[in-house]
């Protein structure tokens, strides 16, 4: 009888796994709407004294994203208002939490090595955490691109084949 081999685990198929690249830490969303009149009217005196009156340390070394749930006419001061206060904060953005994923997967993607995927055949692994954001397999996309052999997307028993370099 011949042995069983495992030709994925022998093939020089690089998987990216944007799950395992995923920044770490608390995220914390912060809606502006608690902080204006009934959900609409901001009032600068009241508005700069609620912000004024809020814990913030919570925040400190954290990520946050601030963004307005209610359809209020903000001025845009505003939200770099809430800004100032947010100084010991990680990072920033403004938007919901796809934008601040977003915001983190960009980093973590610039920072990737390329010499670790260059001249090799790469599959991103799909099936991922629906909490990854698109985004984060286009900017990835166009950071592997240049330098990989091949890319391809799904797993490594079944995939779709993205992009193959010109010889």
Not at 72 to 94: F, M, R
Not at 143 to 160: M, N
């Amino acid at each position: 009888m011949a042995a069983i081999v495992n030709r994925v685990a022998k093939s020089p198929l690089v998987t990216v796994d944007l799950e395992a690249l995923r920044p770490s830490g608390v995220r914390h969303l912060i809606d502006m709407t608690q902080w204006l009149e009934e959900g609409w009217i901001l009032r600068e005196k009241d508005f700069r004294q609620a912000l004024a009156d809020h814990n913030w340390a919570p925040y400190a070394d954290q990520t946050v994203a601030v963004f307005c749930s209610s359809e209020a006419i903000l001025p845009a001061w505003a939200a770099l208002l809430v800004t100032t206060y947010l100084n010991k904060a990680k990072q920033v953005v403004w938007g919901d939490s796809v934008a601040l994923e977003h915001a983190l997967y960009l980093a973590v993607i610039e920072d990737l090595k390329e010499e670790d995927y260059a001249d090799k055949p790469l599959i991103i692994k799909g099936c991922s955490d629906p909490a990854i954001p698109q985004s984060a397999y286009l900017a990835l996309i166009r950071k592997l691109q240049p330098i990989a052999k091949s890319l391809f997307f799904g797993e490594a028993c079944s995939s779709v084949p993205l992009y193959k370099a010109k010889k």
